[in-house]
C-alpha cells in the first residue's frame, strides 16, 4: 500500500505572500489534491526579527482567497524550538556536531584568504575536532561529510549532483540558540512526515546538506522537486518594478482569484494547449512530470486575458459582492437590482473589476458630465429636435425592455425618415457622456425609463444653453 502523500507550505512571515510564493504553494496543494494527500501549513517564524502577525495574517488571508485550504496547521516553527533544540543536542552528543567558537571577524578573516587563494569561501574546520564546550556565543556546526558525493534525486529536475567536499561545516545553532532554518526545516518536515518537498529552485543548493541532516538522524528522506524560477519579462527575477508582486495586490486591482490560479499554475506547468482550468480541472490533471524545467515568464497580458475571461463568465450576484469594496467613494450601490443590471452590461467588457467599477460611473452619476470633443461633435443644434422628439415619443414604450427599446428605435427612425447613426452617438453621448458604452439598448435598459428621460432632456438644455 503507497503511503499517503503529505506536503506542505512553509512560507517565512516577513512580508506579504508573493507570486512565487503562491505559486509554489499552489504546486503543493494541487499535487496533493490530486494524489488524495494532505496539504500542511507551517509558518517558518524563527527569525523573530523579521517576523510578524501582519505578515502572517497576509498569508494567510491571501492562501484563503485562493482557495488554498490546508489540512493541518497553521504550525508556528518558533513554537517548536525546543524540538530542534533536542536534536541539536543528539547530534553534538553522537559526535555529529560540534561547537565551534570562531568570531564573525574571523570567519570573515577565513572567507577573505580562501577568495585570494582561490579556494571555495566555506569554512575551515578550525573548531572541527577540538571537542569544545558551549560558551556564551557559541553556534552549533553540523560535521558534514568530507568526501563522497550526495545526490539530489529531483522529481522536475532529474538527478543533481553534489561533491561533499564541496559543502562546509553549515551552523545549525546560532549563538542566540535559535536554530537555522536549514536545520529547523529539517526537522519540521521529517517529524511533521512530509513526503514531498515542492519548493522554489533557489533551495536546490540547500538540498544535499539537508539530505546529509535527514541521514544523520536516522530520518526518511522526502522525495524532492524544485520548481523553477518566474521571471519578468526582461529575463530577470521577478520584481516590483514588473508589476505587483504581492497576491493580495491583485485582489485590489480587480481580479478574481480563480483567474490568478489558472495563470499561475501555467507559470511552468502545462497540458497539451489547454489555457483555461477551472479547479475541478487542474486538481485532475496536475502532476509533477508535467512541470517544465525551464524558468517561466511572467506575462501581465495574459493575466489580465484571463481575469476577464473570468469576469465574464461569472453571476452578477457574485461580482457584486466581490466589487463592493471596489466602488469609487461616493457611488451608492444600495439598489441591489439596478447594481446587477450594471455589472451585467458591464462585464463582457471589462478586464478587472477595478475597470469596471470606473466604467460604471455614468450609472450611477445625478450629473452626467459629457466628454469635450464628444459633446462638441454630437450634442449640436441639428439633433436637439430628435432628441426632443425621443423624449415625447419614449413615455410610449411599454415595459423598457431590451426588446421594445430596439422596436421603439427603429420605429422612431423610419417615422423621422433618418438612418439610425443620425441618433445613436448624440444619445449615447445624452445618456453617457461618452462615445464608447454597452449597447445603447442595454443601457437605456438598465437605466430606465425616468432617468433615460432625464438625461436626454438635460442633454437637450446644454445644447441651448452652448448655442
Not at 119 to 140: A, E, F, H, I, Q
Not at 214 to 220: K, N, P, S, T
Not at 248 to 259: D, I, S
Not at 433 to 448: A, F, H, Q, Y
Request: negative net charge; contains cysteine; charged residues 25%.
Amino acid at each position: 500500500m503507497m503511503e499517503k502523500i503529505r506536503t506542505r507550505f512553509a512560507p517565512s512571515p516577513t512580508g506579504y505572500l508573493h507570486i512565487g510564493g503562491a505559486r509554489t504553494a499552489l504546486f503543493n496543494w494541487l499535487y496533493t489534491r490530486h494524489h488524495d494527500g494532505e496539504f500542511i501549513l507551517r509558518i517558518e517564524d524563527t527569525d523573530q526579527q523579521r517576523s510578524t502577525d501582519e505578515s502572517t495574517k497576509a498569508i494567510l488571508d491571501a492562501m484563503t482567497w485562493l482557495g488554498l485550504n490546508w489540512d493541518e496547521g497553521p504550525y508556528f516553527q518558533a513554537h517548536r524550538v525546543e524540538l530542534h533544540r533536542e536534536m541539536v543536542q543528539k547530534l553534538i552528543n553522537e559526535g555529529k556536531a560540534y561547537y565551534c567558537t570562531c568570531s564573525p571577524e574571523e570567519l570573515e578573516e577565513k572567507r577573505k584568504q580562501a577568495l585570494a587563494t582561490g579556494k571555495k569561501p566555506k569554512y575551515d574546520g578550525t573548531c572541527r575536532d577540538k571537542n569544545l564546550k558551549k560558551t556564551p556565543g557559541s553556534v552549533v556546526r553540523f560535521r558534514g561529510e568530507q568526501s563522497g558525493v550526495t545526490i539530489v534525486e529531483d522529481i522536475i529536475k532529474g538527478n543533481v549532483i553534489f561533491n561533499n567536499e564541496e559543502l562546509d561545516d553549515l551552523i545549525i545553532e546560532r549563538g542566540d540558540g535559535y536554530p537555522t532554518y536549514n536545520f529547523a526545516v529539517v526537522i519540521d518536515d521529517a517529524l511533521m512526515n512530509i513526503t514531498h518537498v515542492i519548493r522554489g529552485d533557489d533551495h536546490v543548493n540547500n538540498t544535499p546538506r539537508q539530505i546529509l541532516m535527514y541521514q544523520a538522524l536516522g530520518f526518511d528522506v522526502p522525495k524532492f522537486a524544485h520548481v523553477p524560477m518566474i521571471l519578468g519579462s526582461d529575463k530577470t527575477r521577478l520584481s516590483k518594478r514588473h508589476g505587483a508582486t504581492s497576491v493580495m495586490a491583485y485582489k485590489e486591482m480587480g481580479f478574481l482569484p480563480e483567474a490568478l490560479v489558472n495563470y499561475l499554475v501555467r507559470l511552468g506547468w502545462a497540458h497539451g494547449d489547454q489555457e483555461i482550468f477551472s479547479q475541478k480541472d487542474l486538481i485532475d490533471l496536475f502532476d509533477l512530470d508535467a512541470v517544465g524545467k525551464s524558468p517561466a515568464v511572467f506575462n501581465p497580458e495574459k493575466l489580465l486575458w484571463l481575469n476577464a475571461h473570468y469576469i465574464k463568465e461569472a453571476s452578477t450576484e457574485r461580482l457584486k459582492e466581490e466589487m463592493k469594496p471596489l466602488w469609487p467613494t461616493g457611488i451608492n450601490t444600495d439598489d441591489a437590482d439596478f447594481t446587477r443590471k450594471v455589472i451585467a452590461d458591464l462585464q463582457p467588457r471589462a478586464k478587472t473589476l477595478t475597470e469596471l467599477a470606473s466604467m460604471a460611473n455614468f450609472y450611477f452619476t445625478d450629473e452626467i458630465k459629457y466628454e469635450e470633443q464628444a459633446a462638441k461633435k454630437f450634442l449640436t443644434t441639428d439633433v436637439s429636435p430628435h432628441l426632443r422628439a425621443l423624449v415625447e415619443t419614449i413615455s410610449t414604450v411599454q415595459n423598457f425592455s431590451k426588446e421594445d427599446i430596439e422596436i421603439f428605435l427603429i420605429n422612431f427612425t423610419k417615422e423621422k425618415n433618418i438612418k439610425f447613426k443620425i441618433i445613436a452617438q448624440p444619445l449615447r453621448v445624452a445618456l453617457t457622456g461618452k462615445t464608447v458604452s454597452p449597447g445603447i439598448d442595454e443601457v437605456m435598459t438598465t437605466l430606465g425609463k425616468e432617468r433615460v428621460c432625464r438625461r436626454i432632456q438635460n442633454a437637450i438644455n446644454y445644447i441651448e444653453t452652448q448655442n
